[in-house]
């Protein structure tokens, strides 16, 4: 899919951006599959207490899934494409898969996945969701223009943000949003687990940097290569 200047411009501004409609619904239903067959084995998960308890955070997170299956591996490399109209010299960085499973009250705090040092531009999620939300099941919170505010400031892990907006994604929607821009995801109190397939992309200036081991929250910043908070950026 090739962006139109609109959105080109729409996203550089405001952080984000919505594609309805990415992936027909044979092909919506195919990554969805893709994604069950990972989420199966939950030993695969990440689940550190600490930081669960330290930012609010409760979700089976899987990290790089396309290397565990084809579907999921295609899909990433044909996203690159629309990454390539974004971000300059761009470069692969991971996948993700996020699993908000029904019945466990699972959420994502406010936060930031990188380090605000290295400014808004350089680092895009690539958010594929395979299947309808809902108001329940919880959609995906956002502030608008915060990727150009710097460090997500301090306070409660899910309390409303001054111009937030929750988007309701559908089946097939491809949500492109800034790392640097604050988003969080709701409890989902549907009777229904919620998936979501994350692809990641950076600028080629940023390979390698130390600032990709960094995620802020509002309880605070997070080492995710060494697995501690860090209070120095």
């Known amino acids: 899919m090739f962006l139109t200047d609109d959105e080109l411009k729409f996203i550089r501004k405001e952080g984000f951006l919505v594609l309805n409609k990415f992936k027909e619904v044979k092909a919506t239903l195919e990554i969805l599959e893709a994604i069950k067959h990972v989420v199966v084995n939950e030993t695969q998960a990440h689940n550190t207490a600490e930081f669960y308890e330290s930012h609010g955070a409760i979700n089976f997170t899987f990290d790089n899934p396309h290397l565990m299956n084809s579907v999921l591996n295609d899909f990433s490399k044909e996203i690159k494409t629309t990454a390539e109209e974004i971000i300059p010299s761009v470069h692969f960085h991971m996948s993700l898969i996020q699993h908000n499973k029904a019945g466990l009250k699972h959420s994502i705090p406010w936060h930031q996945d990188i380090s605000y040092t290295v400014g808004p531009g350089n680092f895009y999620n690539f958010l594929f969701y395979p299947q309808n939300s809902s108001k329940k099941m919880g959609g995906l919170r956002l502030v608008p223009k915060s990727h150009l505010l710097g460090k997500l400031s301090l306070g409660g892990s ?38 979501s397939f994350c692809t990641r992309f950076i600028s080629s200036k940023i390979v390698g940097s130390k600032a990709l081991d960094i995620g802020h929250y509002r309880t605070g910043s997070y080492d995710y290569a060494k697995k501690e908070p860090v209070n120095h950026v």
């Open 158 to 195: 899910h309390d409303e943000l001054i111009g937030e907006i929750i988007v309701y994604p559908k089946a097939g929607d491809l949500i492109i949003v800034d790392g640097l821009t604050f988003h969080a995801v709701p409890v989902n109190n549907a009777k229904q687990d919620r998936y």
